[in-house]
């Protein structure tokens, strides 16, 4: 929808690269809850819990997750085909019958949450509570349109004007109007509506054994997009359809991938070659999440009060503050120092050399250039685009040319038509010749142009048919010469074939099955930190020895359940090697290098006898070994034996 | 560059023989870019190149950086060793002693001239004696430092060739490293022969590059036109990575060290981001007069009238509003109070949702966690994503004082490199510090094995969004189509195959020894050109009086050789690319507009007189079109073109996907009911009621009185006084449209104009004046609002003055605005 004048960013501050847009964004996200409660909702198997009971479990963790990824997100529950109707509004005769807004649409805030938990707390013991609270209509089912129209006002209602509005619509009914045309048409018109007003639909299809859910009766049709919709973020890939009998891990994954709405980062034109240009969108896919906003708060004896911080730029000679218009920008020349070896020079040999002295021109430590002249210094003065300068292997694209997170391209066919076929014949043309693409980029205004790898990714999908790598470039910022650095260290002892044979071992026996991957590890000190705050946010203790662990940790029992007799071996022969045991000289300045036997000291140590090295001897062993040297005679021995100790 | 930065002493000798004053020509360029040869001393020509050397100092700015700078051939004599002993060293002058060179440095060597007595001379040799000496005493027993030397000279001074042998005997012992720059020296290289060269200048020269350089373990010699190109070359500012003390472990070395591997390993940064140098705040002194605007170039300020800025934080509590004040109403914000407080007085909160946490964070208890590096499991390379990088790489290496951690190391790191492994490590730098993942490469050289390593995104990190399948596309019946406007054909993909073939650089760059093409481009040989050419700007504003006349060269072409392809690549590829032009046809879009069809219904068998043919919107017969390169243009530049593989017969007219052109808008465009009013997500629509460009309808049809097309022609013809208001409303919201959507000023006048028309109406209109004030307040608002990217239309409005200012009392009876203060919002 966007004309090509409004793409792009508008970074006002160029010093540094804007910042990365993190989860918490500035366009908020609401998201309404919208349960079709039928019969069979409530109906668990095999004692598990009911569909009912774990969809609102997930309504809950989606939004204890928010509270990490968007703080400022509001969510909302609405249950219909209840036999009792109610109303979380106040005062609002605007009621929809048999139907329970069960939490309005509200930010993200701790009571609610503790009060929905309390409820499944209370469910858990008995699972008859749940199904008194949201009894459902015996049979049939209230007008589907209606539901959207009364989503759309809850909606509209408790959600920022500006957020992105959506609904996530739990059924498990695929045919709710059968061969009732009138209720049907009605559905699509408010569908539409809602569509008008800005806000999606994200169905999740309850399916079970002996009652498959087909959307083709019903939803496919109703929930279908124009094509004048369909262009932006949420046109997704097809409606989940999520198994019930096979447990609800398979809903949480799939609300988990889509709780985030999707946003762009720039919006720009690749241009492949002279005049043959598409457009592309750019996504961060992965950025390093940190712990979320804080505020200072100021205790003034009986109440907290909010503070808000300010910067300001003080001449600090005359200790005034110099408003933001009249600060003006300049570079230093000379970092400061060394006036004074200057001055003296000045005094020196100078004074007599007056005849060098007339010609004196002014050099400046100071440089001054309006914003304009010093983007164009930074930026060459090339519009935002990624320009593709060739193609390369694949392999030449090497490990340690890294600096930063990559980004996800995707084509955006809205600001160049054909932008789609040209993307995916690029895209499989450089999969299949195993290729990279190479490109300039300058991602947003005001940024300097880097030059980046473009990485394919061909579409791929899970077991489940659910997409697990779209389609689409990894686009790599690349180091410059100037970002790279040498191997400080040039030369190290290699060891024999023995030895790396037996490090095969071991290591042919701690190789997994699957590469890195992210979703194995949470961030334990960003999941304490939650923990942390929401035993805080809900008034309850908190014990992270009992109620934490952190993931990242190895499996300390598997590794050495599998490699222990191989790290034996490596052991003893990394022992028997001389070469391990050679002593590396020292590099002490201007000091006769000491050496000392590491085999020999090991049995001064066996026999208690250490004391009759030299301290520089004592030293010398315990920097071969990385430990301080710091400290008297009998500590350096103590500090040995504890190594000796340690180290069988 | 194994030699560590900084801990150098440089020292300057520098001809000044009267024979340096004569002039030549040289190639410069004007304010406009325009070359013109200007004539400078060969000794201004020469010093050049000693400034480009001192700045480079400065600009570092190490401590441990120093030069100092002897001249001879000067009149008088002013010397170390001439101070000892009368006689001897005549006309050489220690100009410059050793210190850290400074802005005022560069500016006494700016000064130097040649000596205007020919009668007396100083010697080469005599220059480079004084300048060990000098540089010795400094230096004195710090026995690692570098020492270096660079003589400029045009060696048309007559040196005496007794004693050399001594002199580079010396400097061999303290192993000075020497260059030795001649100026119009012959140079083998460029094939530059200076014509009719003295005698004395063929002798000189010949010593220098036969005899003298050498005998020097660590000299060399060159000419001074070589010498500055060479110094114009972009050089990465070289930073020694600091090594880290850490352990490497595998199992619990803790609970099970028998069983456990520890390794004692030192870490450092293989990459690490450079930035250019970055813009200072300063503040200017009042009653003096800060800013000189020169033509061209850049603004010069007075340095002396600014002071550099000192952040600060301060802390607020809100303790109420004042009272609105009269004539701010335009903006609403009043006046709040304030109290400061002390940042020791705050409390951290956390935000759990809505609800703040204070946080006791001293009471939550940090994550324990042990420094080291912990491997978790080995995997094969070949699954790695290397996408999931997301930082800087850092060395693994052994400890260098320890064999035994060398040996342990090398076992691992080639065992996985036999093996094709990488690693999984939890890397925690310091006692308590927080936890990283990354993903670890073996590294193996001759002589060295180590490991590589990047940090990798936790579970949080990482956003799963799905995209639209770009092939695999379905119709509203689930049936997968195979052809599509969006599915390339096998034409496409063939023109797209030989496209790719042909750019390939994988042998399109310089050939190595063998004569073999490498690869085009690598990030060793890529400079960031910000970070060199604002040290450029800066070194050439800092020495340049008046940069009107003397503006910033352009950039060094080594900044700029990888911005275009190269050119060998491109004339390859000329074919196909044009082909894939034809074949694909892609184009810009036209500016969006929706429709808003009444295509709702599609099993209902409505008439198929309104359904649109698909070919009639594809437009006539193939050609390339034509996609101006980064231009934000709006008008459609000739017909609109498809090529023929998008021609799609009319049976597929259901499917989803097809783009609609909007210059064939279907006849029977019926509106919706207007109370739905859609909130667009993107387009930043500070007036509440703006619409969206999806929304603008064909006037008629729509019961809207004005269309985007020609906005101001529709509010003369279709707005009277019966529908007022709703005109109005409609112009301004269209006013802010054709401003925001206006590339560059282009379309500022069509706005003004219709804010004359408006305002015009308005003053008619009883309700017409609070509506036109109301609208104005908000465009202000809007042009001053960050995110509204043509901010500057509001100083288009400035100019035309207070005609298109709010509507006083003196106007319109009904205004409630004074005069003055009508006057006023004009003006700031």
Known sequence: MASYTDWNFSAEDDEEELEEYGYVSAARDAILFCINVTQSMHDSEDGDKSPLYQVLQAAMELQKRKVVFGPGDSIGILLFNTMESKTAFANSGDILEFSQLHQAVSQINAPTIKELRNLLNDAEEDPSILREQFRALDKGSIPLGQVLNHCSYVLRDGAPKTSIKRIFFITDDDDPHPSHRQLRLAAKTNYRDLLEAGITVVPFYLSRPGKEFDPSKFYADVFSRPDDFATEEENEASPAITDISTGFSQLLEEMKIREIPKRSLFNIPLILGEGFVIGVKGYGLVTEQKKGQYKYFANMGRTMEEVTSKTIYVDEEQETEVEKDQIIYGLEFGKGGAEGADEAGDGDANEEQDEYAQNRIEVKNKVFFSMAQMRSLRTFDIEPSIKLLGFKDKDELRFEDNVKHSYFIYPNEDAYIGSIRTFSALLKSTHAKEKIGFALAVLRRNTTPVFCALLPQAEAFNDQGVQQDPPGFHLIPLPYADDIRNPPVEKSIQCSTEEIDAASGFIGKLMGKKGYAPDAFLNPALDLHYKYLQATAFEEEFNPHANFSDETIPNYDRIHARANTFIHEWKRLLQQSEQANTMVPTAVKRKAAVSVDEALIRSFYEDGKLIKFRNDELKAFLSQHSLPVSGKKADLIQRIEDYFASHP | ?828
């Not at chain 2, 407080?341 to 939550?364: H, I, M, N, R």
């Not at chain 2, 100019?799 to 004009?826: C, H, N, P, Q, W």
Request: aromatic share 8%.
């Open chain 2, 1 to 828: 560059m194994p030699e560590r930065a900084g801990y150098t002493v440089t020292m300057f000798v520098i001809d000044v023989n009267s024979s340096m004053g004569q002039t030549r020509a040289v190639e410069a360029l004007g304010p406009n870019g325009e070359p013109y040869t200007k004539e400078i001393t060969h000794l201004e020509w020469a010093l050049q190149f000693v400034m480009m050397k001192v700045q480079e100092m400065i600009f570092n700015g190490r401590k441990t950086d120093k030069c100092g700078v002897i001249l001879y051939g000067t009149p008088g004599t002013k010397n170390i060793l001439n101070d000892e002993h009368a006689n001897e060293y005549p006309n050489v002058t220690e100009f410059i002693p050793i210190i850290q060179p400074t802005p005022s440095t560069l500016s006494k060597i700016a000064s130097i001239r040649a000596s205007e007595d020919s009668t007396t001379s100083g010697d080469s040799i005599d220059g480079i004696i004084v300048a060990i000496q000098t540089q010795g005493q400094f230096l004195g027993t710090k026995k690692t430092w570098t020492r270096k030397m660079v003589v400029v000279t045009d060696g048309e001074t007559p040196m005496e060739l007794d004693d050399w042998e001594a002199t580079t005997q010396k400097m061999n012992e303290l192993e000075i490293g020497t260059a030795i720059i001649g100026v119009d020296f012959d140079d083998e290289d460029s094939g530059f022969v200076e014509e009719n060269k003295s005698r004395t200048k063929q002798i000189n020269e010949k010593f220098f590059r036969n005899e003298f350089v050498p005998s020097l373990n660590r000299g060399i010699i060159g000419t001074c036109a070589a010498a500055l190109q060479d110094c114009n070359l972009p050089e990465p500012k070289f930073t020694k990575s600091v090594l880290m003390q850490t352990v490497l472990r595998i199992g619990d070395t803790e609970g099970r060290p028998e069983d456990s591997i520890e390794i004692s390993v030192k870490t450092s940064k293989c990459t690490a981001l450079v930035r250019p140098v970055s813009l200072k705040k300063f503040g200017r002194r009042e009653g003096i007069q800060a800013d000189v605007e020169t033509e061209g170039g850049m603004t010069m300020v007075n340095a002396n009238a600014v002071v550099p800025l000192t952040r600060r934080t301060e802390y607020l509590i809100e303790r109420g509003e004042e009272g609105g004040d009269e004539d701010g109403d335009e903006d609403e914000e009043k006046e709040k109070i304030y109290e400061k407080v002390e940042k020791e007085q705050l409390v951290k909160a956390f935000k759990y949702g809505a609800t703040w946490v204070p946080s006791e964070e001293d009471a939550w208890e940090k994550l324990h966690t042990v420094k080291g590096i912990d491997v978790l499991q080995f995997f094969d390379a070949s699954k790695w994503h290397r996408e999931y990088s997301i930082g800087e790489v850092q060395f693994i290496f052994a400890d260098p004082n320890s064999a035994r951690a060398q040996v342990s190391l090398s076992s691992i790191v080639q065992a996985m490199y036999i093996k094709g492994a990488y690693a999984i490590v939890r890397w925690v730098s310091g006692d308590g510090r927080d936890v990283k993942m990354g993903v670890v490469a073996p590294r193996t050289e001759e002589g060295l094995d180590y490991l590589v390593s990047v940090q990798m995104p936790f579970a949080e990190d990482v956003r799963k969004y799905t995209f639209p399948s770009l092939d695999n596309l379905k119709n509203r019946l689930g049936e997968t189509l195979t052809k599509h406007p969006n599915i390339p054909t096998d034409d496409m993909m063939s023109a797209m195959d030989a496209f790719v073939d042909s750019m390939d650089l994988t042998h399109a760059g310089d050939k190595d020894e063998e004569g073999n093409r490498l690869p085009w481009f690598t990030p060793l040989d890529s400079f960031n050109p910000a970070v060199h050419r604002v040290k450029q700007a800066l070194f050439h504003g800092a020495i340049t009086s008046d940069i009107a006349k003397n503006p910033l060269p352009p950039p060094h072409p080594e900044l700029t050789k990888y911005f275009e392809p190269p050119s060998k690549v491109l004339r390859r590829s000329k074919k196909a690319l044009e082909q894939c032009k034809q074949v694909f046809g892609a184009r810009q879009a036209p500016p969006k507009v929706a429709t808003k069809r009444k295509k709702v219904d599609l099993d209902a068998t409505e008439g198929t007189d309104d359904e649109f043919s698909l070919s009639d919107l594809m437009g006539a017969g193939p050609g390339p079109s034509k996609v101006p390169k980064n231009s934000a243009s709006q008008s459609q530049s000739g017909p609109q073109s498809q090529p023929e593989a998008m021609d799609v017969d009319s049976g597929t007219e259901d499917e989803d996907y097809v783009k609609i052109d909007m210059t064939s808008v279907p006849k029977s465009v019926k509106a919706e009911s207007p109370k739905v009013s859609k909130i667009s997500k993107k387009t930043p629509t500070p007036p509440p009621q703006a619409a969206s460009p999806m929304e603008i309808d064909p006037p008629a049809q729509s019961g809207k009185l004005i269309g985007n097309a020609f906005p101001l022609k529709d509010f003369n013809k279709n707005v009277n006084a019966a529908n007022m208001a709703q005109g109005l409303d409609e112009l301004g919201i269209m006013i802010v449209e054709i401003v925001r959507d206006s590339f560059s000023t282009q379309r500022f006048q069509e706005a003004i104009d219709c804010m004359k028309a408006m305002r015009k109406a308005a003053l008619e209109d009883e309700d017409g004046v609070e509506q036109w004030n109301e609208f104005l307040r908000n465009l202000k608002t809007t042009c001053r609002s960050k995110a509204f990217k043509n901010g500057d239309f509001w100083d288009h409005i400035k100019k035309v003055g207070r005609t298109l200012s709010l509507i006083s009392e003196k106007e319109g009876a009904v205004s409630d605005i004074s005069e003055a203060a009508a006057v006023k919002f004009m003006k700031d």
